[in-house]
């Protein structure tokens, strides 16, 4: 985020412009808890560093539990993970209204979730920053986001796969969620057969921005039976195969399987690199999407929109 001062637009010293500096830097207080997670602390509150959770589920279901008052239904908590700690947890919950963040620690790696993520309620207002999310499993996504988690985020995460298994799909967001995936890394050892994939019915105001995508098969896929997606923007993605086991490429980078022309999603400025840059399964489909300086890549040529680049 970049603040600038500009007294005509009503920002000077003190006041409103204080405050955007203030809140980009994290000083401002939040209306609800901050929660923190670490193995060296205590387990007793999780409400200091020395008082911590030793799982990121008992954070999880303390930071839902504050939420579900009704006194503080309208509140945002936070929750810090210790960075460097490997967190073997299969998480079936995420919290709601809630920022989930990585810190540092003096190995200098974020915090990882090794295994399953499959969500199984909704989570509205779930938002993860720098931490890495790691399956180890094969034939199911490492992160199912359900129905009805509206405003879910994920910000400079690593979206894995591994163990020389390969997952079905790196996030997979099902029916009627917008969301924001931004500057994530999604690929894995081998990689998933889909990176992303959007399921259901709706995704409208959704963003998938600045990820690098590595994938067998699917970069993006928005799947059949999606008639609402306006809104929609893939913009500045890297979609490739980066695959240490094969120099085969992916087969789609973004893919519409929807078959019934009612796509209006707006894809530009991706580096794509697939059999198939950008498909529809519906000829007609195509009209209504906006694709504008996308480059592509073959074995062979550079592509910019389809045409030859000299």
């Known amino acids: ?19 955007l500096v203030a809140l980009k830097n994290g000083q401002l207080p939040i209306s609800g808890r901050t929660y923190y997670v670490s193995k060296s602390g205590n387990g007793v509150d999780g409400l200091s560093w020395e008082t911590a959770f030793n799982t990121i589920a008992a954070a999880i279901a303390a930071s839902n539990t504050y939420i579900a008052v009704t006194a ?6 936070r929750m810090y993970i210790d960075g460097g700690n490997l967190w073997q947890e299969v998480l079936v919950t ?6 989930m963040i990585g810190v540092g620690a003096r190995t200098g790696w974020r915090p ?17 920053y720098n931490i890495m999310f790691y399956n180890p499993t094969t034939s199911v996504p490492v992160i199912t986001m359900p129905a009805g988690s509206h405003g879910f985020e994920f910000h400079h995460c690593i979206i894995a796969n591994g163990d020389g298994m390969a997952s079905t799909v790196g996030i997979q967001s099902t029916n009627n969620n917008d969301f924001v995936i931004d500057d994530c890394t999604i690929s894995g050892n081998p990689p998933c057969v889909t990176g992303i994939s959007l399921v259901g019915t709706s995704c409208v105001y959704s963003k998938i921005t600045n990820n690098l995508i590595s994938a067998t098969t699917n970069g993006i896929l928005v799947a059949n039976g999606m008639t609402a997606d306006y809104g929609l923007l893939i913009k500045g993605n890297a979609i490739a195969r980066l695959d240490p086991n094969t120099d085969t490429q992916m087969t789609y980078g973004v893919r519409y399987a929807d078959t019934q022309s009612r796509c209006h999603c707006f894809i530009c400025n991706n580096d794509i690199s697939a059999a198939t840059w950008i498909s529809h399964a519906s000829s007609t489909t195509s009209i209504v999407n ?3 300086n996308n480059r592509y890549s073959t074995a062979a040529d550079l592509y910019r929109d389809g045409h030859a680049v000299a």
């Open 94 to 99: 995420l919290p709601n209204q809630c920022d």
């Open 1 to 19: 985020m970049q603040i600038n001062k500009n007294i005509e637009q009503g920002f000077a010293n003190g006041g409103l412009y204080d405050i």
């Open 72 to 77: 503080n239904s309208y509140s945002r908590n």
């Open 112 to 128: 990882t979730i090794y295994g399953t993520t499959t969500i199984t309620t909704a989570c509205p207002g779930f938002h993860a």
């Open 290 to 292: 906006a694709q504008v």
